[in-house]
């Protein structure tokens, strides 16, 4: 059971490194599903994130709050920047991630020139999730999750 975790990551990071070499994409954060966004950001505090921007999407139905390293500055991207998102009164959107225990909601990254982003990994030997999502908080960059 760990070789097939162990080969499974490796695949996971060999497909990583070639979209990194073949597109324009950076990373841009780290979806975590949370019952209450008050209560997740202690622990991120604790760990020395802090309050970056939030925001609410009455269509996807969660509500979201970025943070990043303390240390990060506004002249460099941050290292690793966290968005932790919660649903809206009424919204159903994170149910079924936090009913089974799993916070990883996504992985986003920004793309200089989508359309060739796309094509490239559409046209690749690896699976991919085929939804997109157009930000604002990504400070109106396309990003791919």
Do not use: W
């Not at 975790?5 to 990194?20: G, K, N, R, V, Y």
């Not at 460099?76 to 919204?91: V, Y």
């Not at 909601?105 to 793309?111: P, R």
């Not at 020139?113 to 999502?133: A, E, G, M």
Request: aromatic share 12%; net charge negative.
């Amino acid at each position: 059971m760990e070789f097939a975790m162990e080969s499974s990551l490796f695949d996971a990071h060999t497909q990583l490194t070639q979209i990194a070499q073949n597109t324009s994409l950076t990373f841009h954060h780290i979806g975590v599903a949370t019952k209450s966004i008050e209560s997740e950001m202690l622990f991120f505090n604790a760990l020395g994130f802090v309050y970056e921007a939030e925001f609410s999407d009455e269509k996807q139905g969660v509500r979201g709050v970025f943070l990043t390293p303390k240390v990060y500055s506004s002249s460099t991207l941050p290292i690793c920047r966290f968005e932790l998102l919660e649903n809206l009164p009424n919204s159903k959107r994170l149910d079924n991630y936090l009913k089974n225990h799993h916070k990883l909601y996504h992985i986003a990254f920004a793309s200089e020139n989508l359309q060739v982003d796309v094509d490239f990994i559409l046209n690749s030997t690896f699976s991919v999730d085929s939804t997109f999502k157009h930000s604002n908080g990504g400070g109106g960059q396309n990003e791919r999750k």
